[in-house]
């Protein structure tokens, strides 16, 4: 295959809000997902970041057609699935799987791991009795769970070890893409490792697209291949993981990174944290849509939208300054100290700014 596994071109998805209990009318619309372009290839990593409520696991239903958009277009393997019914896609559905946040509400309590692991194919119609054993087997194999785990149930195991049963029963299809949604944000980090060095493994061997849709920034930088920055609803940089961390050129990515923790915290990178709450997805800022809260905001921000720009090789972002906002550094705790302080100044003139102009 020559082009993407997986393509989305400008999908949407806007959720209607009614009022009135008998002459309900529409009244607006929660854009959860708005205009929003990418690809992923056979065997790669794209990671979806951002704040909650900015679209991501939206993102990911639409990517598995588990919802269907509001418009633009889906393609699988270079096969245009927007507009394909329920049997149409369920074959599509041997080949993308998912692997859900919460290891333990996503199993079935009343079944056996044999029986979770098992359902897929039955599903699906493929083997038999002995075949579909045999299988379950492999796949405990695969995920480092042992044998006799098979008779056991869901709330017998650990969080590590329930996230392992989903890893398998994603895999128990030989999909070609997986769509991670918050894979390791309920276990803890010790275990985080463990899952995620599984899944580069499972990569590596079995050439899997994943999707992977995280909060953690250190478990992005260690599991991407490319990065997409989201927020309220939209793409705001793309780039691959090196260049994302080692040069982010949208405010909001360079805020977020920033939040992260870093060990020693002398070495923060010189950004003040996110300020202001996110703005509603029924009613987005004209222009930018970060311009509410972004520190370097202007005039042209709040009337403009800004186009999706390329900056170089496989990066882009969508910012009208991309190439004059400060860069990414990191400092000494002095140095640190004096530029947050000017930038916070800075943020909280442009505030009050802001609210004048709201108030008159």
């Known amino acids: ?90 074959p599509l559905r041997r080949q993308m799987q998912v692997i859900f ?28 009795a002995a075949s579909r054993a045999a299988r379950v087997r492999e796949l405990l194999d695969l995920v480092g769970l042992a044998r006799y785990h098979a008779d056991r149930f869901p709330h017998e195991f650990s969080g590590g070890q329930r996230q392992r049963i989903g890893i398998a029963r994603a895999l ?39 999707l ?10 260690h599991m991407a291949d490319r990065v997409a920055v989201m927020y309220l609803g939209e793409v705001v940089e793309t780039a691959p993981v090196g260049a ?3 040069a982010p050129r949208h405010p909001y990515t360079q805020a977020l990174l920033a939040a992260a923790p870093v060990p020693d915290p002398a070495r923060r990178p010189a950004r003040p944290a996110l300020g202001g709450d996110v703005p509603s997805p029924m009613k987005p800022p004209a222009g930018c849509r970060f311009h509410t809260r972004c520190i370097v905001a202007q005039a042209r921000c709040r009337e ?15 910012c009208h300054f991309a190439e004059t906002v400060p860069a990414f550094t990191r400092l000494g705790a002095g140095e640190r100290h004096a530029r947050l302080q000017a930038r916070l100044a800075l943020y909280e003139r442009k505030r009050a700014a802001m609210t004048a102009t709201t108030a008159a």
Do not use: W
Not at 37 to 46: C, M, P, V
Not at 196 to 205: R, S
């Open 101 to 128: 946040q919460d290891p333990f509400a996503s199993l079935n309590p009343r079944m056996s791991v044999e029986e979770i692991l098992a359902e897929p194919m039955l599903v699906h119609g493929l083997g038999d």
């Open 172 to 210: 128990a299809l030989k999909p070609r893409l997986i769509v991670c949604d918050e894979p390791v944000s309920a276990l803890d980090v010790s275990i985080q490792a463990q899952v995620v060095n599984l899944l580069k493994d499972l990569q590596a061997e079995f050439g899997l697209a994943y």
């Open 1 to 90: 295959m020559t082009g993407p596994l997986l393509e989305l071109d400008g999908v949407r998805k806007h959720y209607p809000v009614h009022e009135g209990l008998i002459l309900r009318r529409q009244v607006g619309a929660v854009r959860a997902v708005d205009g929003v372009s990418l690809s992923i290839a056979a065997g790669e990593t794209l990671a979806v970041v951002g704040e909650s409520g900015c679209g991501k696991s939206t993102l990911a239903r639409l990517a598995l057609r588990l919802i269907a958009p509001s418009a633009g277009t889906i393609r699988f393997d270079g096969r245009d699935v927007t507009h394909d019914g329920r049997a149409a896609l369920k």
């Open 244 to 246: 994302l961390y080692a």
């Open 212 to 221: 992977f849709i995280s909060h953690g920034l250190a478990v992005v930088r």
């Open 304 to 318: 403009e939208a800004p186009a999706l720009r390329t900056l170089g090789p496989g990066h882009a972002a969508a």
